[in-house]
């Protein structure tokens, strides 16, 4: 069965900080891998997605950036976290166009 | 721009009945409707998803409609449970990539 992991669960940060948040996918091949925002008490904003390793689509401009090193993996970037990258970080996986979507347990980040 | 709209306040209903919960979307024509469950520090679950061909789906006590001329889509839930107060979104999507709304909370109370 096809399972996520992404860790950490938790992370305290200060301004100025580099941020690195791994999201690892097994079961499954080629899935299209997605990380999302969710700010306290807001909706869900896309922030990175991708179909296939090595490319990425980003949605939103800000000091974030993803890779897809390998198939299955995806990573979250920040060379300078600013406060306004608080909130709850969200990886997923589809297998493709019109399958729902299934997420990793998140990441909590405050940055102080 | 595409636009989402769910009800933002929060929905309470007595247990035992059914709730309906509304997802409106303005600015493109999804080719299908996903619903997710949400619970306080999780991540969403997938619940159902309806497509533009279908105009009615079923799963145990949920219930999606999906009515594209009105852009709306009815999430029901029947013989509603405590264990049923979550948040819900919706996410209309016609690509790989998914929009997602603010989500309703629900509460059903005991």
């Known amino acids: 069965s096809q399972t996520i992991h992404q860790w950490p669960a938790t992370l305290v940060q200060p301004v100025g900080s580099p941020l690195s948040l791994e999201c690892t996918v097994e079961g499954t091949s080629n899935p299209n891998l997605y990380w999302y925002r969710q700010a306290a008490g807001r909706g869900l904003q896309l922030l990175f997605y991708s179909v296939g390793i090595g490319q990425i689509s980003s949605e939103v401009p800000q000091n974030l950036s993803a890779s897809r090193p390998q198939d299955r993996q995806f990573i979250l970037s920040s060379k300078k976290l600013l406060l306004s990258d608080s909130g709850f970080y969200l990886c997923a996986w589809s297998t493709g166009t019109g399958y729902g979507y299934t997420f990793g347990s998140g990441t909590r980040l405050t940055v102080v | 721009s595409q636009k989402i709209e769910q009800n933002s306040e929060a929905l309470n209903i007595q247990e035992g009945k059914t709730a309906t919960l509304t997802c409106n979307y303005t600015n493109y024509s999804p080719a299908y409707l996903q619903w997710y469950r949400q619970d306080p520090g999780r991540g969403p679950v997938f619940l159902l998803l309806i497509r533009e061909n279908e105009k009615e789906k079923r799963k145990e006590r949920l219930k999606v409609t999906f009515d594209t001329t009105l852009k709306q889509s009815l999430f029901h839930i029947t013989a509603s449970q405590p264990a049923d107060s979550a948040t819900y979104l919706c996410?209309?999507?016609?690509?790989?990539?998914?929009?997602f709304g603010t989500g309703t909370r629900l509460k059903v109370l005991a």
């Open positions: 996410a209309p999507s016609g690509t790989y990539k998914y929009i």
